[in-house]
C-alpha cells in the first residue's frame, strides 16, 4: 500500500468514527432514564446472550449491594437457545476479581422474569429498545447499565457512554476491561438507589424520592424502534 492509500484509508476510517460518534449524540438526545424506584427489591441483568456480561454483573450485583438492603439480583439473555456455561475467557476473567462462574447457566428472558423484577438493566441502546417493544407493559422499568457509570474515564465518544460492548470473541483484556466498567455501573447504581430513598430495615425511609434520581441522561428511543448502530 503506498502512501496516498494509506491517506486515504485513514481518512475514511477517520470519517467512519465522526459518523458514528454523532450518530450516537443524536440517539442521545431522544433517551430518558426513568428515575429509580424508591424501594427496588429485585434487579434483573440482560445482556444478548446471558454467558458474559450479565452473570457477572449479577455476582458482582451480589458483592457491592448495602448491607442490610434486601434486594435480589438474576440475569438473562435476549438471544438464547440451549442453556450453556460462560466461556473460558469470562470464567477467566471474573476469576480477577475473585468471582466464580462456574456454575452459571444461560437462560432466555421471559415475560415472568420481567414481570418480577423491579429494574431491568440493559448492556446496550438495542437491548433496551428490543425489551421496551417485546414487553411495553414494562417498557418503565428498563434502564441502560451504562448511564449508571460513576466518573467515565476521559471524555469517552457517545457510542461507549450508551453501550456496554459484547467482549465474546475477543482477548481476555478486554473481557476485564468490560467488568470493570460494569462494576463502576454497580457502584452508581446502589449510590442512585441509596438517594431514591431506600434503606435497611429498621431505619426510617424517605418518603419521596430523591429529587436528583431523575437522571438527564439518556433509556427511552421511541418505544417502536430498535437503534441500528451505522
Not at 69 to 80: E, K, N, T, Y
Not at 98 to 125: N, P, Y
Not at 196 to 225: F, L
Amino acid at each position: 500500500m503506498n502512501g496516498i492509500d494509506t491517506a486515504i484509508g485513514g481518512a475514511l476510517g477517520g470519517l467512519k468514527r465522526t459518523v458514528k460518534h454523532l450518530y450516537w449524540r443524536a440517539y442521545g438526545l431522544f433517551l430518558i432514564q426513568p428515575p429509580i424506584p424508591p424501594s427496588p427489591r429485585s434487579l434483573l441483568f440482560v445482556c444478548k446472550g446471558n454467558i458474559c456480561r450479565s452473570p457477572f454483573a449479577e455476582a458482582m450485583a451480589r458483592r457491592h449491594v448495602p448491607d442490610g438492603l434486601p434486594i435480589a439480583f438474576r440475569s438473562a439473555g435476549i438471544d438464547v437457545g440451549q442453556p450453556e456455561g460462560c466461556p473460558r475467557e469470562t470464567l477467566a476473567a471474573a476469576e480477577t476479581f475473585g468471582i466464580d462462574l462456574s456454575g452459571h447457566r444461560s437462560r432466555q428472558i421471559d415475560a415472568e422474569l420481567v414481570a418480577g423484577a423491579d429494574m431491568v438493566l440493559a448492556m446496550e441502546a438495542w437491548q433496551a429498545s428490543r425489551l421496551r417493544k417485546v414487553f411495553p407493559e414494562h417498557r418503565e422499568k428498563v434502564y441502560l447499565l451504562p448511564l449508571f457509570e460513576e466518573s467515565p474515564p476521559g471524555r469517552p465518544d457517545a457510542g461507549r457512554l450508551l453501550n456496554i460492548r459484547d467482549p465474546y470473541g475477543r482477548a481476555i483484556e478486554d473481557f476485564i476491561e468490560c467488568f470493570e466498567r460494569i462494576e463502576a455501573c454497580l457502584k452508581g447504581i446502589f449510590s442512585g438507589v441509596r438517594d431514591a430513598g431506600i434503606r435497611p430495615p429498621g431505619e426510617e425511609r424517605a418518603t419521596a424520592a430523591h429529587p436528583g434520581d431523575q437522571r438527564p441522561a439518556p433509556a427511552g428511543y421511541p418505544r417502536d424502534r430498535a437503534p441500528k448502530e451505522p
